[in-house]
C-alpha cells in the first residue's frame, strides 16, 4: 500500500528546536519515534482482568503475563468484558473493583479501553426474569448509570447496546431485555440506553453494535438518526469462522455504511488458523466440535487475509477502529483457532503481520538533523511521539492541524 493511499492517516509538521534562552538549535541531530497511533488497533483481551488483579496461581500468572506482553508489542486499544450474567450473577455484587483495576492497569500502559456491552440480550443478568418489565427497565439503566459512573475516566468508550436487530425477536431462550425491547421497540430501548448512557458520561464514545451487516441494520441506524439518537460510531461485527468475507463483499459493506458519514469501528473480528466451519451453520452458536485445530497451511492463509483485510479498513478513511476479538486461541470463542498467538503463547504469521503493519509499515520514525533556525520538517502519521535529542526525551502529538509545535532542549 502506497502512503498516499493514506494520506488521511498523516500530517505534515514542522518542529524548532531552541535553547532555555530562545536560541534555536542549529544542526542537531534527532530521532522521531511514533509511540502511539491515533487510529485504535485493538483486541479482545479479558486476561488482562487475572493479571492485573493478580488473582491466579503463580505459574499461570506467569503465563497470562507472557501473553500480555505479546498484546501490548502490538496493540493500542482493548476491549473488557461488561456482560450482565458474568459481572453481577448476583444482583447487587457487581465486579467493579477487578474490572476498574484491569482498565487501570491498560490504561497506565498506554491503552485505550472499551466495555462491552452495556446492554445485550445475550448473557444479560438471568434475575431480570424475576422482575416485571417496568422493573427491568429501571434495572438496566440504574445498571448504565452505576458502572459507566464507575468507570469514568477509565472506560470512556462503550458499545451500549448489543444486536438490537435480532433483539425482540430472539427465541433461543426467554430473558429480560428481550421483553423490554419488544415492549419500548428497537428504536425505543436504544433511545433509551443511549440517552442514560450520554447523561452519565457526556464526552464518552457511544457505539451502536450489530453482527446484521444486512440492510436491517442500515434501516435501524437511520431509523434513529430521524429520532435524534446521536451515535458517534457505527459497530461491526465481522466473525468469519464460514470463512473470510473477501474484498468484495468488504468493500461493499464499507459503502453501505459509508453514507451515514459516521466513524465505523470493526469492533469483533474473526478470522479462523484451522477448518472453515460448514456454510448451513444459521447460528454460528450451534456449531460444537471437540477439536478445532489451528495447522501450518491455514495460519498462512490467516495471515493473508489479516493482511488484506486490516490494509483495506486502514485505508478507507471513515474506519477509525479494528479490533481483534479472540488475541490468543486459548478460550476462545466457539473453541475456534480465532487467535493471533496459539494457545501456547507462540505467534502465528498473523501476528507477525499486524506487528510489521502496525509498528512499521504504519508507523513514522525517523532520525533528521535541524536547520539553521533549528527547524525539522515531517510527514508521519497522526498520533503519539518521542522527540530524542541526545539524553533528552520530550513527548509530543502529531495531529491533522498540529503546525509549527516549539519545543526547549
Not at 87 to 113: C, H, M, Y
Not at 185 to 207: D, Q, S, V, Y
Not at 289 to 314: C, G, H, K, N, V
Request: aromatic share 10%; proline share 5%.
Amino acid at each position: 500500500m502506497q502512503k498516499n493511499e493514506l494520506a488521511h492517516r498523516m500530517a505534515d509538521s514542522s518542529i524548532k528546536l531552541v535553547d532555555g534562552a530562545g536560541n534555536p538549535i542549529a544542526g542537531q541531530e534527532i530521532t522521531l519515534r511514533q509511540t502511539n497511533h491515533k487510529f485504535i488497533f485493538g483486541c479482545g483481551i479479558f486476561d488482562a482482568i487475572p493479571v492485573a488483579n493478580r488473582n491466579v496461581p503463580a505459574d499461570r500468572l506467569a503465563f497470562l503475563e507472557r501473553k500480555l506482553d505479546l498484546f501490548l508489542d502490538v496493540f493500542n486499544g482493548a476491549t473488557l468484558p461488561f456482560y450482565w450474567a458474568m459481572f453481577e450473577p448476583e444482583k447487587g455484587s457487581p465486579k467493579i473493583p477487578e474490572l476498574q483495576t484491569a482498565a487501570r492497569w491498560l490504561k497506565d500502559r498506554n491503552v485505550s479501553v472499551k466495555g462491552h456491552p452495556l446492554c445485550w440480550h445475550t448473557l444479560t443478568a438471568p434475575w431480570l426474569l424475576d422482575l416485571g418489565n417496568e422493573d427491568i427497565l429501571k434495572a438496566q439503566l440504574a445498571r448504565i448509570e452505576r458502572d459507566v459512573t464507575a468507570f469514568h475516566g477509565l472506560i470512556d468508550t462503550w458499545d451500549v447496546i448489543n444486536e438490537v436487530v435480532i433483539m425482540p425477536i430472539f427465541d433461543k431462550y426467554d430473558n429480560g431485555i428481550t421483553r423490554i425491547s419488544q415492549d419500548l421497540g428497537r428504536i425505543g430501548i436504544i433511545k433509551e440506553m443511549f440517552a442514560k448512557t450520554r447523561e452519565c458520561n457526556p464526552g464518552a464514545t457511544l457505539l451502536l453494535n450489530d453482527f446484521n451487516t444486512s440492510i436491517n441494520y442500515e434501516i435501524l441506524i437511520d431509523g434513529c438518526l430521524n429520532a435524534g439518537i446521536t451515535i458517534d460510531a457505527i459497530g461491526i461485527q465481522s466473525h468469519q469462522h464460514q470463512g473470510y468475507w473477501g474484498r468484495e463483499k468488504l468493500e461493499e459493506v464499507l459503502e453501505r455504511f459509508s453514507h451515514f458519514g459516521l466513524p465505523i469501528h470493526f469492533t469483533e473480528n474473526t478470522l479462523t488458523s484451522g477448518h472453515i466451519m460448514p456454510p448451513e451453520i444459521e447460528d454460528l452458536n450451534d456449531y460444537r466440535i471437540p477439536d478445532w485445530p489451528s495447522t501450518p497451511e491455514f495460519e498462512e492463509r490467516q495471515a493473508r487475509e489479516i493482511d488484506e483485510m486490516y490494509s483495506i479498513l486502514f485505508k478507507h478513511p471513515l474506519v477509525e477502529a479494528i479490533t481483534t476479538w479472540n488475541f490468543s486461541d486459548e478460550g476462545a470463542w466457539l473453541g475456534a483457532p480465532a487467535g493471533i498467538v496459539r494457545a501456547d503463547n507462540t505467534p502465528k504469521p498473523s501476528y507477525e503481520i499486524l506487528k510489521k503493519r502496525i509498528k512499521g509499515d504504519w508507523s513514522t520514525n525517523m532520525t533528521v538533523t535541524t536547520d539553521e533556525s533549528g527547524t525539522v520538517s515531517f510527514h508521519g502519521f497522526v498520533g503519539e511521539y518521542e522527540l530524542i535529542c541526545g539524553d533528552r526525551k520530550i513527548s509530543f502529538q502529531l495531529e491533522k492541524d498540529t503546525g509549527t509545535a516549539r519545543l526547549v532542549i
